[in-house]
């Protein structure tokens, strides 16, 4: 299982996180980033769609952790 972690204070709102995996992620009002589920099993359409979400943010204001 992975978190999903994101620093508000680089985020700029580009919405590829939530263009890319809608399902982990959602716009708020003014089109931030908000997390649906911040836990993502191991499995390969979670994994796929979460590290195309963090691999095109371009301020890499997405984290994963593992969890335990």
């Not at 992975?2 to 959602?26: Q, V, W």
């Not at 589920?37 to 590290?51: E, H, P, Q, R």
């Amino acid at each position: 299982m992975k978190r999903i972690n994101i620093d508000m204070g680089k985020c700029s709102g580009h919405g590829r996180c939530y263009t890319l995996a809608p399902h982990l992620f959602e716009p708020d009002d003014e089109g931030f980033p908000v997390v649906r589920n911040a836990v993502v099993a191991d499995d390969m359409d979670g994994i796929s769609a979460l590290a195309a979400a963090v691999d095109n943010c371009p301020e890499r204001a997405l984290t994963v952790t593992d969890e335990a």
